[in-house]
């Protein structure tokens, strides 16, 4: 069964600090890999999308890179700022016959930036 | 606009006092799913469907039914609820393919007493 993981599990930085999110799954079997945003008690804003066959996708500030192989994607916030505070959830895609285009998602980094 | 719609936003009941939470998408989606919240647990998927009439199980679907007879309508049921179904639940729905991403409705917060 496909698992999702994130690490940290929260993180809290001074205001201007480049960040990395980490996110890692057990099944390269995956259509895509998605990462979110969620305020607390909101939903979910999709932040960006990366298919299968890339390598990175870039969205302003925000650059996330996927190593299918490995199992691996990383979520780079540049230049943060308070109102990136949020929990940044990953997930991805299955590819797999029995589970085909269901979604499992990681428990959330929880990201605080102070002034 | 494209997006998911999810009512009521806000519903406190009581045990046992059926009710349906509603999900409905404008972007011709053919897989939905429904996804409940809970604190230290994260998303888990209720119950999932990939086309009209056809449903199944996710990780949690007991205490809770589901019916696709229109595409762009998946209808969360809850029979008999309890306390412990006390959650944020979210409806998602997407194409499926490879460049599909995954929307999501605002949240239904459930209180059960």
């Not at chain 1, 600090?17 to 939903?43: H, M």
């Not at chain 2, 990780?59 to 008999?80: A, Q």
Request: hydrophobic letters at 30%; glycine letters at 8%.
């Amino acid at each position: 069964k496909q698992e999702v993981t994130q690490i940290p599990a929260a993180l809290s930085v001074p205001e201007g600090e480049n960040l990395v999110l980490n996110c890692s799954f057990t099944d390269s079997a995956i259509y895509n890999l998605q990462w979110f945003r969620q305020d607390p008690g909101k939903g979910l804003t999709s932040l960006l999308l990366i298919q299968s066959s890339q390598r990175e996708q870039t969205s302003g500030r925000l650059n996330a890179s996927l190593d299918k192989s490995s199992g691996r994607s990383t979520l780079y916030i540049a230049a943060s700022q308070p109102g990136d505070s949020a929990t940044y959830l990953c997930a991805v895609r299955s590819d797999r016959g029995s589970t085909l285009g269901r979604l499992y998602f990681g428990r959330g980094t929880q990201l605080t930036v102070w002034p | 606009e494209a997006q998911v719609t999810q009512n009521p936003r806000y519903l406190i009941t009581v045990t046992g006092k059926k009710l349906t939470v509603t999900c409905s998408q404008n972007m011709n989606h053919e897989y939905m799913s429904w996804y409940r919240q809970d604190p230290g647990l994260g998303l888990r998927q209720i119950y999932y469907s990939m086309n009209v009439e056809v449903t199944d199980k996710g990780d949690v679907p007991e205490g809770y039914k589901v019916s696709r007879k229109e595409k762009r309508n998946f209808p969360l049921i809850l029979e008999s609820p309890s306390p412990n179904q006390t959650s944020l639940y979210f409806c998602a729905s997407s194409l499926l393919g490879v460049n599909t991403e995954a929307f999501f409705g605002q949240g239904t917060r459930l209180t059960v007493v």
